[in-house]
């Protein structure tokens, strides 16, 4: 059978909405990061209740452990296995568990979703830590582009060598596939928080690297596809202390379930025709194909379209049913920068410490 994608190696926008088959899935294998709680998390369980065989790496072992007895008591194949993503040997070693708990050995998907918040340059500017002998500031904590930027880009390489070397069963039919997540903020500024909204770009930035290249894998070797989800704002332990803030008072906001997020992995992750697209998730199944492109029917309209740009609803400052005007973005700046309106992206230095889970050496 002629695979679908013989002609474009980007596919067409897409209607989320669309039903689609999750039974292609049975019995392929699956790593996904951060898989121990939020949106790692359903998507360990979506796809594992589709006949999925999925390893998921986290820091948390504790959660990941509730996680894995939890499905494993409801039939479904998955096993957990403790990783901090930031360290190479220990994303080497769930690959190799991925592999070897795969009927095929092999990988199929890889999502490489573990990520944390940052700390805001406000924040660190009225809270510098300093050396107690020379008074000269210390260097700005790393977790935030350690996890977000370049555990991601580790984990892209992993898969590109176990994908190459590990194909599995030859079959046409199915690519090997990276499904991304990125953010809004991969599309949208945070004012000040500077490592989460550069790594979320840079995860962007990785998938525009990587979507038009179906036959990276080499001659003979599986073809290759990636999409990426951009969640708004999800209700997730990430945005638990936020939700208040992000739905309360004249917001028009409304926080997305975990679950509108796996609608759209699984479908990406189901039809090989989704090539190359990115999707915003939003509430009450409306997430929808953010036509990220510089070129063709529709490109990039939709992140500048105030009808989409609601679902976003960036910061209390800012007027979400309306697209923002220039007076709208500045004010926004300001209150961030003075944090006298509250501002749910700005994290301090501790409150993102203690969201954290502990890790050896975290910075
Ligand atoms: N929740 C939202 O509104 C939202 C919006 C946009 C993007 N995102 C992105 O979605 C992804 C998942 O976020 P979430 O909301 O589910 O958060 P979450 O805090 O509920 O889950 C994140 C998971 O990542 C794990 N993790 C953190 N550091 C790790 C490390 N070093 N190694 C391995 N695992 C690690 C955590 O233990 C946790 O299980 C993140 O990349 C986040 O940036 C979330």
Redesign the pocket.
């Known amino acids: 059978m002629a695979h679908p994608r013989t002609t474009r190696t980007t596919g067409p926008r897409v209607d989320f909405s669309e039903s689609y088959d999750p039974s292609v899935l049975k019995g392929r294998s699956a790593l996904v990061?951060?898989?121990?709680?939020?949106?790692?998390?359903?998507c360990v369980e979506s796809l594992a209740e589709n006949g999925v065989y999925v390893t998921f790496?986290?820091?948390?072992a504790e959660?990941?452990q509730a996680a894995e007895k939890e499905l494993k008591d409801k039939g479904l194949n998955v096993q957990f296995v403790q990783?901090?993503?930031?360290s190479w040997e220990a994303l080497v070693a769930v690959f190799k568990a991925a592999v070897a708990f795969s009927p095929s050995n092999t990988v199929d998907i890889v999502i490489p979703?573990?990520?944390?918040g940052g700390v805001s340059v406000a924040h660190w500017l009225s809270n510098t830590p300093v050396n107690s002998v020379t008074n000269d500031p210390l260097p700005p904590p790393t977790r935030c582009a350690?996890?977000?930027y370049m555990?991601v880009r580790n984990t892209i390489y992993a898969a590109m060598y176990y994908f190459r070397n590990f194909p599995g069963k030859e079959d046409a039919t199915h690519s090997k596939q990276i499904i991304f997540?990125?953010?809004?903020?991969g599309y949208s500024p945070m004012a000040s928080v500077i490592d989460?909204n550069s790594s979320?770009w840079g995860v962007r930035g990785m998938f525009w690297a990587l979507r038009n290249v179906p036959h990276i894998l080499g001659e003979g070797k599986p073809l290759f596809r990636v999409n990426l989800i951009?969640?708004?704002?999800?209700?997730?332990?990430?945005?638990a202390r936020f939700q208040q803030l992000i739905e309360g008072g004249n917001s028009t906001v409304k926080?997305?379930e975990?679950s509108d997020c796996t609608d759209v992995v699984l479908r990406m992750a189901s039809d090989e025709k989704v090539v190359g697209r990115a999707a915003a998730?939003a509430a009450d199944k409306k997430s929808f194909d953010v036509c990220d492109e510089s070129e063709g029917p529709g490109a990039a309209q939709v992140l500048n379209d105030p009808e989409y740009l609601k679902f976003f609803g960036y910061g209390p400052a800012v007027e979400v049913s309306k697209k923002p005007s220039e007076a709208d973005s500045a004010k926004f700046l300001d209150s961030a920068a003075s944090e006298k309106v509250p501002n749910p992206t700005v994290l301090s230095v501790e409150d993102s410490l203690k969201?954290?889970?502990p890790?050896p050496n975290a910075a």
């Open positions: 990061t951060g898989g121990s709680l939020g949106i790692g998390h359903g790496a986290d820091v948390n959660a990941g990783t901090d993503v930031s979703n573990a990520g944390v350690d996890i977000n555990a997540v990125a953010s809004m903020a989460y979320k951009a969640p708004t704002w999800v209700k997730t332990n990430l945005t926080m997305a975990v998730i969201a954290a889970v890790v």
